[in-house]
């Protein structure tokens, strides 16, 4: 009777052990997401170099007024291989509104990448030493903010964006935001 | 040979730590440097501080830490602008707040569980080892102690 009792409990924690396994394997930011405290709070300032567009700065100032999404990315990051095909048929066919923040990278590296996998980006500011990405809470590539028409950080997503992802969670939530004034 | 091997290895950990010169302005900067760098977390390698880790993260957040630190500013008011940011996850100490009442007292409720099984088995065990004895048992138990032949036998 007591031996049950044993298996019972050996049971119940492999079956949790095995679905953490499981939940860990299918969301690649389960393991790493960290809440962010700037959710609900003012996006941080910036002043960064245009990669694209030499002289230009690139600042969340320019797009008050518009919901946008920043997408942190490097050439170095393999996730971000990943999600820029559909990064680039969002803001080609979707018209989403998406600013990079290129991030640790090295200039022709960064470009090339733009080459390759096309170019999703209204504009890409150049971080290589990490200003930027601190003040935003940034720890790991790709991270992307979904951001009010107030400047409002509203969302943060870590790791690749899917179709899925879109579709289930920040496509209807940049419809929601567009709808707010 | 073995055991002075291991215990190298062990005092050696030491080693693992990132190698960096800073320049301070004075000693106080220095430990409070140090010691925010001990303190807080490595978001990425969850299991380091900011000081014993490789990880690029680790490096930018250690120089946010060495500027601020070389602007003056206070511990608190660095531990501030990094909680700001990455939450109470940067830190190793985090204050007890309703999110991570559980981590501070999940220890004890661990605690009071497993102790609670303990009791539980030990009573268990007690009951049922509850033998009773008679005279004649005790007489054989003695005989056999002396080294006497078992009288039953």
Redesign the interface.
């Known amino acids: 009777m007591k031996r049950w009792g044993v298996l019972i409990g050996f049971l119940v924690v492999a079956l949790l052990l095995t679905a953490g396994i499981y939940m860990a394997g299918r969301d690649p930011g389960f393991t790493?997401a960290?809440?962010?405290?700037?959710i609900g709070k003012p996006a941080?300032a910036f002043a960064l170099p245009d990669l694209l567009v030499a002289g230009n700065t690139v600042s969340p100032a320019d797009y008050l007024g518009k919901v946008w999404l920043l997408n942190v990315w490097g050439s170095w990051c393999p996730e971000c291989w990943k999600e820029h095909g559909y990064l680039a048929t969002l803001s080609r066919e979707h018209g989403v509104l998406i600013v990079g923040l290129n991030w640790?990278d090295e200039r022709e590296d960064a470009l090339n990448m733009l080459r390759r996998a096309g170019n999703p980006y209204a504009a890409i500011a150049v971080d290589p030493?990490?200003n930027a990405?601190?003040?935003?809470?940034v720890?790991?590539a790709p991270e992307s903010f979904v951001v009010d028409k107030q400047g409002v950080i509203r969302r943060k997503f870590v790791g690749a964006i899917s179709p899925q992802v879109w579709a289930t969670d920040l496509g209807p939530l940049l419809k929601q935001l567009a709808a707010e004034n | 040979m073995r055991w002075t091997l291991l215990l190298s290895l062990l005092l050696s950990a030491g080693v693992w730590a990132v190698a960096e010169v800073r320049e301070f302005d004075s000693p106080e900067q220095e430990d409070r440097y140090r010691e925010l760098t001990e303190e807080l977390r490595c978001?990425?390698c969850q299991n380091q501080n900011i000081a014993d880790s490789n990880a690029?993260?680790a490096g930018?957040?250690r120089?946010?830490t060495y500027r601020m630190v070389r602007e003056g500013k206070s511990k608190g008011e660095i531990k501030d602008f990094m909680?700001?940011?990455?939450?109470n996850?940067v830190l190793y100490d985090p204050p007890v707040t309703a999110g991570t009442l559980l981590l501070w007292v999940g220890p004890f409720l661990f605690l009071v569980f497993g102790g609670w099984l303990l009791l539980r088995l030990l009573r268990r065990r007690r009951d049922r080892t509850a033998v009773t004895v008679d005279e004649a048992q005790l007489r054989r138990a003695a005989a056999l102690l002396r080294g006497d032949e078992d009288p039953k036998a």
């Open positions: 790493r960290i809440p962010s405290p700037l941080p640790r030493h990490s990405a601190v003040d935003w809470g720890y790991g | 978001t990425v690029e993260l930018d957040l120089d946010k909680v700001a940011r990455y939450g996850f």
